[in-house]
């Protein structure tokens, strides 16, 4: 990665970057594993074809399944009226909801395209709709025998037999169209992470369900103006403080008829998970109150009338919600819990005692994903060796230490076979793009499934961010990034622009990839920018403390962060210290705006999109989890809003 001649540097348009994907990532974003562990599938694009792949674990190969523009030809036939949509309307997601799967015996591959279901049989490569309906099926699943398929569609739980298309709906929403079942309403989607809300009994029998009162929820009109006549929608948004949807937990059976609803104790507060136990004998959910401060995994038989607490994590200011907890054999179960200021994996007997713990120190655990075939290691990623990295390991459930599956240095994630003898790494770091490799259960590498080459990066001379440190004025080390101009000239004075997150839940000095992002940031760099970026605290991968620090206080310590950001930059006598930019989305939308009101001396010139510029406006599970309502914190509100400071 050497530095750019000029004569190079007309590659680096806008239109490279952003109108085209000449750029973007190459290696499949997914995999789905076969149920017999086999293989998996994943769908790839290359010289302009779009296909289906299966790759053979044994073999250590891979064959194509589906050609795409074949399979939606013939779909054409079937249904004159049909709009063909882009492979990635087909396979991955148009909208939340449209998350392929296969079937239980690994012959069908299940997607939802043009708002249908659509079954690809693997043996044929032949496609054919299920479903045949103006509106949009969501959260597709196959029952446990593969024989029927279930969905949400208009706020209803239905399904489908896959042999006869016969369909039959099993709840009923009411006149008013404000109760939702087995799918969520925006807010849980958005910021509880939760989307279909609906699960199979083992024995295929019995659905649990989620229902959504949505009634008291304020609609708000969302105009579409893309079309040539504009259109109105209406969306219910709970803001910060106001009424949230009530919600039950029940079972209807796969035939219909009346829910049984299950106590959940859930009071005001949110149904944040839930599922069966293995053996389908009772129910798991996770119950959160309304000020987020407690998490409860509770279980409960249906029928019984009563629930009961197996496990409760309490804290002063809120409890993440994560995606960690998995059954082990004998009915327990593996949990994890930020209880000491760092999330760790705890094994949990089935009657909720605690048996072990499996995991420590001053790092944190990403992903809990299971156990691996000897059925006697967790399989899991965390920041062990690097706050801004992640890594794969696996820990005995008997207890020990954990061990490194995969040392290279940089960001992975894993795909386990349903077996867990398998995984696939999906890997990259700030000079690799992702890429996808077949390892055993032990890290040792089977095949390179995909390599990650960009073509067009060839024969370019791209410069990666350098990584660096600094102090906190409360004593913190605080980790950035920086883009220098490839012509660098320490006796020359740059101009920076501070790039800015700084909210809670994300990470933005990590050793991955950055796509089009990075290469913008290049751009910028190759145009007489110096681009800086810093994770202050509230930042996400330090630890609870490290997170906590903004509770009921959003902006202010962000922002005392970023400052010593600038005084850190302006350090360097090459940094012009009066012309310091700051640009951000999102969170970093809302940390622009409170920069350029409060510390305007600072930062000359600020870009903001999709900001926050009053938290009161904000939606309530989201804002609440950090700052409390606004009638428990008005002052906190008040100060952490830059409308209020527009004087400045």
Not at 58 to 85: D, I, Y
Not at 230 to 252: D, F, H, I, T
Not at 443 to 448: E, L, S
């Amino acid at each position: 990665f050497g530095v750019l001649a000029a004569a190079e540097e007309s590659w680096l348009t806008l239109d490279d970057i952003f109108g085209s994907d000449r750029f973007h990532d190459s290696s499949p974003a997914s995999v789905h594993w076969l149920p017999d562990s086999s293989g998996f599938l994943y769908r790839d694009t290359r010289n302009g074809t779009t296909g289906l792949y299966r790759f053979d674990v044994a073999a250590g190969r891979e064959n194509l399944v589906v050609e795409w523009g074949r399979a939606l030809a013939e779909l054409k036939q079937q249904r004159p009226g049909f709009q063909a949509p882009a492979m990635d309307d087909v396979n991955t997601h148009p909208g939340k909801g449209s998350t392929p799967v296969v079937s239980p015996d690994g012959r069908y591959y299940l997607s939802v395209a043009a708002g249908d279901l659509l079954v690809m049989d693997l043996a044929t490569g032949k496609g054919r709709f299920l479903t045949d309906h103006p509106n949009v099926e969501r959260f597709p699943a196959f029952s446990p025998d593969g024989t029927r398929i279930a969905f949400a569609r208009d706020g209803d739980l239905h399904w489908v037999d896959v042999n006869t298309g016969a369909e039959r709906r099993l709840t009923d929403r009411g006149e008013e169209k404000t109760l939702l079942n087995g799918v969520t309403d925006w807010v849980y989607e958005e910021e509880l992470g939760v989307e279909r809300s609906f699960w199979w009994s083992p024995d295929g029998s019995l659905f649990l369900l989620v229902q959504y009162d949505t009634s008291a929820i304020p609609p708000f009109p969302i105009t579409d103006d893309m079309e040539m006549a504009p259109a109105l929608e209406w969306q219910r948004y709970p803001k910060a403080g106001g009424v949230n949807s009530s919600v039950r937990l029940g079972v209807v059976t796969a035939d219909g008829g009346p829910i049984r609803w299950i106590p959940t104790g859930v009071a005001g507060g949110y149904i944040a998970r839930a599922g069966w136990l293995p053996d389908g004998s009772a129910v798991w959910f996770q119950t959160l109150n309304r000020d987020q401060t407690r998490l409860e995994l509770r279980r409960a038989a249906p029928g019984e009338g009563v629930s009961r607490v197996l496990v409760a994590d309490e804290g002063p200011d809120w409890i993440n919600v994560r995606d960690d907890l998995f059954f082990v054999d004998g009915g327990g179960f593996v949990w994890s819990s930020e209880r000491d200021g760092w999330r760790h994996l705890y094994l949990h007997g089935s009657d909720g005692r605690l048996i072990r713990r499996l995991t420590r120190g001053e790092w944190q655990v990403e992903k809990a994903y299971g156990l691996d075939a000897s059925g006697q290691r967790v399989l899991f990623m965390a920041n062990a060796e690097d706050h801004r990295e992640r890594h794969l390991y696996s820990v005995p459930v008997a207890g020990g230490d954990p061990v490194l599956l995969v040392p290279a240095a940089g960001t992975h994630s894993a795909f386990p076979s349903p077996d867990g003898g398998f995984f696939v790494d999906r890997f990259s770091n700030v000079t690799t793009p992702p890429r996808l490799d077949l390892y055993t259960s032990v890290g040792a590498k089977v095949a390179t499934v995909d390599d990650g080459a960009i073509p067009a990066l060839s024969g370019v001379a791209f410069r990666p961010p350098e990584f660096d440190s600094m102090t906190a004025d409360s004593g913190d080390t605080l980790y950035t990034w920086m883009f220098r101009p490839p012509d660098f000239d320490p006796t020359k004075k740059y101009p920076v622009l501070v790039y800015v997150y700084g909210g809670p839940g994300n990470q933005m000095v990590v050793n991955r990839w950055g796509g089009t992002r990075f290469l913008f940031m290049q751009y910028l760099a190759r145009r007489g920018l110096v681009v800086f970026c810093l994770d202050n605290r509230g930042s996400w991968g330090r630890g609870h403390g490290f997170e906590a620090w903004i509770y009921r206080r959003f902006g202010e310590v962000e922002l005392a962060d970023q400052l010593a950001g600038v005084r850190y930059l302006k350090s360097h006598p090459w940094v012009d210290g009066e012309r310091i930019g700051i640009y951000g989305g999102s969170y970093g939308g809302y940390m622009t705006l409170f920069a350029m009101n409060k510390a305007s001396d600072v930062f000359k010139v600020g870009v903001a999109y999709a900001p926050v510029a009053d938290w009161r406006l904000y939606d309530s599970i989201y804002t609440e989890r950090y700052m409390d309502t606004p009638a428990d914190n008005p002052e906190g509100y008040r100060n952490s809003s830059p409308v209020h400071f527009a004087a400045g």
